[in-house]
């Protein structure tokens, strides 16, 4: 129906422009999702990361929880599982 309507615009062929306009503007919008979804699964953290990270903080409050080291060694690894 949308297409229908869409060479109904104009008169004669003048229609086509838009039909022909959308076409390569769907291929690149497919085109552009299919790549958003690649670069997020690649660059997206996995729960397994998560998870490490998490577990490995927790070591290190259990170990500063016991004075094994001071604060400013467990902020500086804390800092550094995080930004991983």
Not at 13 to 31: A, E, H, N, R
């Given at each position: 129906?949308?297409?229908?309507?869409?060479?109904?615009?104009?008169?004669?062929?003048?229609?086509w422009?838009?039909?022909?306009?959308?076409?390569?503007?769907?291929?690149?919008?497919?085109?552009?999702?299919?790549?958003?979804?690649?670069?997020?699964a690649?660059?997206?953290?996995?729960?397994?990361?998560?998870?490490?990270?998490?577990?490995?903080?927790?070591?290190?409050?259990?170990?500063?929880?016991?004075?094994?080291?001071?604060?400013?060694?467990?902020?500086?690894?804390?800092?550094?599982?995080?930004?991983r």
């Amino acid at each position: 129906m949308i297409w229908s309507l869409l060479l109904q615009m104009g008169s004669g062929t003048g229609g086509w422009w838009m039909v022909s306009f959308l076409g390569p503007l769907v291929g690149l919008l497919i085109m552009g999702t299919v790549v958003y979804l690649l670069w997020s699964a690649i660059a997206g953290s996995t729960p397994e990361s998560t998870e490490q990270t998490n577990d490995a903080i927790e070591t290190l409050r259990k170990r500063y929880a016991r004075g094994e080291i001071d604060e400013e060694e467990f902020e500086e690894r804390a800092r550094m599982l995080r930004e991983r």
